[in-house]
Nanobody
Framework: QVQLVESGGGLVQAGGSLRLTCSASRRMFTNNGMGWFRQAPGKEREFVASISWNSGSTRYADSVKGRFTISRDNAKNTLTLEMDSLNTEDTAIYYC?????????????????WGQGTQVTVSS
């Protein structure tokens, strides 16, 4: 059973930065795309960012483009989300996920494995 574990969440003031990390329990899905999603209270889970198997392609939600950066290190079995210029609308539980395919993906159904999530709270 593959496990994905997120870390790095916390409380930050608006305008600040956070770095989320996702670690896999075994060898990273070196042939699979990876992604980050988030779910705010009372809202559906939404796509944040995705990266292809070889880091050759990335995709971002319009709401985070230019502020968030997704990256991966297959040798270290880690996926990272650098979040800058945070605002209160970024408050949510953030989930990492492993895609079924090698490319980037934006829909939840494209992902086979999910982490338990890490809370990010941005205060005004």
């Amino acid at each position: 059973q593959v496990q994905l574990v997120e870390s790095g969440g916390g409380l930050v003031q608006a305008g600040g930065s956070l770095r989320l990390t996702c670690s896999a329990s075994r060898r990273m899905f070196t042939n699979n795309g990876m992604g980050w999603f988030r779910q705010a209270p009372g809202k559906e889970r939404e796509f944040v960012a995705s990266i292809s198997w070889n880091s050759g392609s990335t995709r971002y939600a319009d709401s985070v483009k230019g502020r968030f950066t997704i990256s991966r290190d297959n040798a270290k079995n880690t996926l990272t989300l650098e979040m800058d210029s945070l605002n209160t609308e970024d408050t949510a539980i953030y989930y990492c996920a492993a895609a079924r395919g090698a490319a980037t993906a934006v829909t939840m159904t494209s992902y086979a494995y999910w982490g338990q999530g890490t809370q990010v709270t941005v205060s005004s």
